[in-house]
Structures are given as C-alpha cells and as structure tokens.
C-alpha cells in the first residue's frame, strides 16, 4: 500500500495537486488564495517528503530484516544544499511536480527557489560527505550519516565597500520538511566531572568509573536520503544538543534557580553554530565538546542497534558494522568505543581493542600542518578525565610495540607519540586516527603518496604500506550535471540513446560521446547549452552585484574558499597585469578592437568563496578582487574587454549555476597543497575547460581526459620543498612582470596600499610560501596560450577547424569524466575498506 501512495504521489497529477492542496490547508493552515511561492514551496516540498518516507520506511525494514554490515560515515559537516529538485530527480517524479505546479499556477523553478540552503559544512570535506550520502543510497549500500544539526551553518557573506561582513544563517526560520523529528532517541552525554576506581562485583577486578559532572541529552533529527532509480533509502541522522529533564536538586538551592535555568539551557549551544575555519586548527574548548557529543550520540546509537540482534556478541561487532571517519573531528570516536568496550561491556583490554580496530578507518583531507588537529592534553583532562586515561593507556601499548618493532631507533618514539611533549602537551588526533584504524586514506592519487612520503611516513614503516591506500574524490553527477545543467544531461540523454538517463549511475558511458566529435551540428547544440548557461549566470550575476557581463566573452571563474594556498592571489594579480597591459596599449595608440585581435581576447574573470572570519589575509584577498573589479568595471575605456566580479555569498546552490557556465575554472593551488579539490571534477563534467597546477586530482583528470584537453602550468610538487628553501636563504625573485602589478597596487591604483602590505610583503619579504613569484609568468604564458585556441571559437564561420577547437576539448572532458562519480569512490571503500556489498532490490 506504502508504495502504491509513493508512487502515486510522485507520478500521478492529480495525486500530487490533492496532497498540495491538502497541505496547504492543513500542514500550513491557509488556503489556495493565499498561497504564495514560499507556502507553495513548503507544501510541495510536503508532498515530495511524503513519499520519501515511505521508501525511507520499507528501506530501514529491509536493512533490519537482511541483517547485514553497514558502514556509517562520521562528519562534522554535511554540506547538502537544497534537497527538494535533488529528491524529484531521483524519486524520477520532476516532470510530474512541474506539470501539477503549473496547474495549480505556479513555476517549479520559482518554487524550488525558495528552499534554503542546508549549508552545515566549510567547503570541500563538507560537500564530499553530502555527494557519499547520495551515492551510497544511489549504489543499494546500508549506509548512515552522522554529524550535527547547526542552528547556524556556515555564515552568510556580504560584501560591503569590498569588505567581507559575515552575517549569521539562520536557516531554521520556517519550519524544514526534510527534517524528521526522532524527539523519543535521546541519548545522555556527559561531560568534565571525575573518574575512580571501584571493583566489579561479579569479576572481583578493580574497575574505572568516570562520573560526569554536566549531562546534555542527544535528540536525533533524520533527513532521509533517496537514491537515484531505486527505492532504496538511507538515513542521514544529526543530532540536536538539549538540555536534560533531570534538575540536579544537590547544585541549587532556592535562591540559585535563574542560574541553574541558565546553566541548563546552555547545553543547546552545543549545536548551535557550526565552525567557520576551513584547513585550520583553532582549539576552542566548544569545538571538542561537539565532537564528544556527536561521537558519544552515534555510538551509543550504533552499539544500541547492534546489541538489539546481536546482544553482546561483540566478536560479530565488525562484522556488522564499518565507521568511516571524515578527517579526525571524529577520532574521539575510537577512545569512547575502547571505553564502552572496557569500561561498560567488561571486555578485557586487548579484545576490545582489536574490535575497535576491525571497525575504524580513516580518511586524511589535507597536509597542511596548521589544519592538523592538537587538542591540549589539559582541555581533554578537564572535559573528558576518562579519555584521557585511555589515550594515554593507547599510546603506552602502540609505543611498547614500536619499541620492540625499532630497538635501535631512539627518535622514533618520540615522532610517533600520541602525545606531543613540549610548553603545552597536546594530543595529536591524526596518530591516535592513524593507530585505531584498519585502514587510512588519501583522497587523490598524489595526496596519498604525499601523506606516505611526509607527515605519516613513520607510520608506514610501524605498520606497513598496507594500512595505506587512496580513494580519489568523485562527485554526484545526479546533482552536479542534471540537476545544474539540466540541458546537456538532455542532450547526452539523447546522444546515447538512453532516454532513462542510466548514464546517470553509470558514468563510464559518457565515453561514447566521442563518437561525435567531428559532428558539427552536435558541437554546435553543445556550445549553445554552454550559452545558454552564460546568460543564466549573467542573470545572477546582474541581480547580485549589478554588473553587466556580456556572455559571449570567455568565463574565466575560480569559486572555493578563500586560502592563501588555493592562490587567488595569483590569479587576481594577472588580471591586474591584464589591465595594465591593456591600458598601456590604448595608451600607446592601438585601439580596442585591434588589442582584441592582436593581443587579448575578451574576458570576465569571475570570483566567489568565502574566507574564515578571522583569516585576515584571505580578506585582504577579497578586499583586493573587489577593489580592482570596482577600477576595471568602471573604467570607460575598457568596455567588455575585461570585466572582474566577486559573486558574494557562493554556496551550493549558485555552484549550480555557476559551475555549467564557467569555460575556463581554475585549480591553480601551489602544487602539494590541494589534497585532492572537488569542484575541478564539476567543472569538467560541465564542459568547462581547466587551467590548472600538477595537484591534487587535476593530475588524474589529466590522465583521463587527456593533456591537450587541460591546461597546467607551474612548478612541481617535488620541486616545491628545495624553492621555499630557496626563497628563504637566498630571498625572492619577483619578475618583472608581477613587479608591474605590485607598483599599481602600491601607487593607490586599488585603494590604500596600506591594506596590501601585508599581502605584498608575505610574498616579497616572507619568503613566499606559496611560490606565486616562481608561478607568475608560467600562468600568464598559459594563458597566452589557452586564448589563442579560445580565440576564434564562435566567431569566424569559414574558419571551422577553429571554430570548433574549444568545443571539442569541452566534449572530450565531459566523455572522459566517467572515473569521477561518488559511485565508483564508493564501490571502492566499500570493497576494499568496509567489507561490505550492496543489497539488492
Ligand atoms: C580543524 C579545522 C579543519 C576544518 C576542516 C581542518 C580541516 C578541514 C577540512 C579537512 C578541509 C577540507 O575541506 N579539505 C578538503 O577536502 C576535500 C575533500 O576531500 C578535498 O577535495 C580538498 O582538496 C581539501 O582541501
């Protein structure tokens, strides 16, 4: 019957305009004649809800009934944006929605826009952990979420006098349909208090007992998380920090009762806000106390569902269970299973702890050493006494056996140790992930060579090249290619013969475009699309800073955070040297349609990230991108030759729009630095040609699409250690060429030179870390030479060899792009990490 009604529902008209008006009435308490884009979002969004859990339902019984392992993947961020065209894509019930919607006398796409972002994540880890979900459900797996319900997701960025202002995201405003309340899962968690010993009376053993000193209850909230052409399910559960019923009478007498209130109700703090910081450790006491809440609530959980079949068979544990960890923000997570195990189960030490090991695994997202979580061993004495314990009971057994692995080695122990030594002792949450996991992973073939080489290579040699492998990113190509260019999934659709879009969970197919690469009236449908998607960004890009772009000049765009290692510093630096030249030219008597020809085609560089609050120079970065975009835009002589804009506010919803529009995306991050980057795969499934640096996964796109079709220019990984070396004994060489631009920003061509000290001297007088002196003229050269093939393209029509250069680098990308879905990433933790296989349907 369930299914009947889902079904229906999603596919039948009429069944979908009668639950909409029911909600309406009901759900929101108003009526027809009083229903406006947003009520009808929430009564739509209703209806589709509606039918999710039904699958959602059926999926967990089916899950229970066939009893088998799942995996349950731990992040502190889920990155989802909307999830309401991602549902009727995947419920395959768009075109039914937009048809009853426009029966009742509205627009799907103005509908959908009124959905807020769930926004509960920084960027790239974040946004990962969001394209798994989808993937695990697409693929037929048993697999949960695990994180935090933030009140607050990542701010809000204005843009004022080309100043960031953050501004908060409330996104909980009207109520969510896709959250559903679980308020009966309530699992205490405790924090500080103490620990003693006492015996166990049925053992006779001396027994530890930490008595907490402050409870916070975990309340489950469940967002359901449909597959692509399957019924199939999962859950993706965030927990809700609430205070606990119990008043403890013993810590209040009658004149204290505001306060103990107060005290009380600080626990939803917990939950409240989600940290801001992007690849840097901050060390804030309630940034620990999330990660003990979140991981004490999803183990209790785990265990608890574990127990209800398998009572404490704790051999069978990892057998029925995988704990995926996304970076160490969840590294507690192994700690608070050896103590359930030991402490509250009774097992003895080393049973438990070769169960913990079975069930961990560990996935590393950067080498960036100030992104390496150290929490003071004084703040997790103080807020977890019984962890502490523990962690330092881990590290004595690991190091005894390093010991007797190395005997003659004395610095080893001190380079492997849990603990770090020195004015203030920290514990080092890689190492403790690294020594309770089975396995650990790098996220790109590159970054995973780097971890082996460099910050875990002892490591390697305590437990062996095994425990290392690499799983390359991939991303969903439900929602980053059809739901966000809609029009070339149809044309693909159409191209191979596939009008289901399999191709969708089957991405390897997209190889067979290739067979039309000398298709002229196919070339010319697909570079259309890529126009038609220009004039959709223009739209968004007039509305949202009031610039004009004109959308036959290349798009030139860089979106991600903000981060002095991602290098946008370089690129807006070229677009100053750009505009010099150019001005120089006019100048010198050549005149804008002949620089056109001659020397510089037509360009809009195009910007959008946000920057940590308190990561000043990444601020000053985008202070300069506006700064020097209000000079260009606004310079008469320049037209639409160049044009500079910074996108305020990029999220996951105008990367949708974003990213089909862009034919030029950068990746440019000095090379080593970029674990494995994300939005580079968008981008080229979009038909987006790449400008890019030998990092990350740009290095596997370029294996697999061919090194004609990608664009990299700079110095090497290898390279890069001996050139800061360099920079810092022998000092900088600025070239000519960045000298220039560095002269017109201390001129005041820019505003006061004074807020780009900072920036100009980290390169010039601080050894320039980032090697963008050594990079300069290598991205300007490569720019020469991507715009000689981007040149003609569109224009002359006698010209077809060239007309269509540019075209068919964009279709050879798209067809090679296959390897990068979330599936295959997928297919392999699940065969070679968590042991687990798909259920059938
Ligand atoms: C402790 C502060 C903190 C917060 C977030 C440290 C590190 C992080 C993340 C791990 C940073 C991050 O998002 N890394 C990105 O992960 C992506 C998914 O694997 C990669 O594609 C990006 O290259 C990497 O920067």
Known sequence: HGQDLESKLVHDRGAFEESFVRHVETTLARNMYNCDNLAAYQAASSTVRDALLVDWANTQQKQTVHNGKRVYYLSLEFLMGRAMDNALINLKGRDNAAAALSDLGFNLEDVLDQEPDAALGNGGLGRLAACFVDSLSSKNYSGWGYGLNYQYGIFKQKIIDGYQVETPDYWLKYSNPWEIDRKEIQIPVDFYGHVYEDYDPNSGKPKKIWSGGERVLAVAADFPIPGYNTDNTNNLRLWNAKPTHEFDFTKFNAGDYQQSVGAQ???????????????????????????????????????????????????????????????????????????????????????????????????????????????????????????????????????????????????????????????????????????????????????????????????????????????????????????????????????????????????????????????????????????????????????????????????????????????????????????????????????????????????????????????????????????????????????????????????????????????????????????????????????????????????????????????????????????????????????????????????????????????????????DHYLVSDDFDLFLDAHIKLEKVFGHHGGDASDKDHLHRWVKKSVLSVANMGFFSSDRCIDEYAENIWNIEPLNQ
């Open 265 to 767: 109700q600080r626990a939803e703090s917990i939950t409240a806000v989600l940290y801001p910081n992007d690849n840097f450790y901050s060390g804030k006491e309630l940034r620990l106390k999330q990660q003990y809440f979140w991981v004490a609530a999803s183990l209790h959980d785990i265990v608890r569902r574990f127990k209800k079949t398998n009572k404490s068979q704790w051999e069978k544990f990892p057998e029925q269970v995988a704990i995926q960890l996304n970076d160490t923000h969840p590294t507690l997570a192994i700690v608070e299973l050896q103590r359930v195990l030991v402490d509250l189960e009774g097992l003895e030490w080393d049973h438990a702890w070769s169960i913990v090991t079975r069930v961990f695994a560990y996935t590393n997202h950067t080498v960036m050493t100030e992104a390496l979580e150290k929490w003071p061993v004084d703040l997790v004495g103080r807020l977890l006494p019984r962890h502490l314990e523990i962690i330092y009971d881990i590290n004595f057994f690991f190091l005894k056996d390093v010991e007797h692995k190395f005997p003659d080695d004395r610095d080893i122990l001190g380079r492997v140790s849990i603990i770090e030594e020195g004015n203030e002792k920290s514990v080092r949450m890689a190492y403790l992930a690294i020594i309770g996991s089975h396995k650990v992973n790098g996220v790109a073939e590159l970054h995973s060579e780097l971890i082996q080489t460099t910050i875990f290579k002892d490591f390697v040699r305590v437990f062996g090249k095994d425990r290392f492998t690499n799983v390359t990113n991939g991303i969903t190509p439900r929602r980053w290619l059809r739901q966000a260019n809609p029009q070339l999934a149809k044309l693909i659709s159409e191209k191979l013969n596939d009008p289901n879009y399999e191709y969708l969970t089957n991405l390897g197919n997209l190889k067979k475009l290739e067979k039309f690469i000398d298709d002229d009236e196919f070339l010319t449908k697909w570079d259309a699309i890529k126009f038609h998607n220009k004039r959709r960004l223009t739209a968004l890009v007039k509305e949202e800073t009031g610039i004009e772009l004109d959308p036959t000049v290349l798009f030139d765009v860089q979106v991600k955070r903000i981060h002095e290692y991602k290098r946008q510093q370089l690129n807006i630096f070229a677009v100053i040297y750009r505009y010099l030249r150019i001005k120089e030219l006019l100048a010198s008597g050549v005149s804008i349609d002949e620089i056109k020809l001659k020397h510089y085609i037509s360009k809009a560089s195009i910007f959008g990230g946000k920057a940590a609050p308190g990561y000043y120079m990444a601020k000053t970065i985008i202070h300069l991108i506006n700064k020097v975009g209000d000079v260009v835009n606004n310079d008469p002589e320049i037209g639409n030759l160049l044009k500079v804009v910074f996108i305020p506010d990029y999220n996951v919803s105008k990367a949708e729009i974003i990213t089909p529009a862009s034919d030029l995306s950068n990746h440019i991050s000095t090379a080593g630095t970029e674990a494995s980057g994300t939005s580079n795969m968008k981008f080229a499934l979009n038909g987006g040609l790449i400008i890019g640096t030998v990092d990350g996964a740009n290095v596997e796109i370029t294996r697999e699409i061919g090194e004609d079709n990608i664009f990299l220019f700079g110095n090497l990984s290898e390279s890069v250690e001996e050139i800061r070396h360099k920079h810092i004994y022998e000092g900088v060489q600025i070239p000519e060429t960045l000298q220039k631009v560095f002269d017109s920003i201390e001129s005041g061509a820019f505003g006061n030179p004074e807020e780009y000290k900072v920036l100009l001297d980290g390169i010039r007088y601080h050894g």
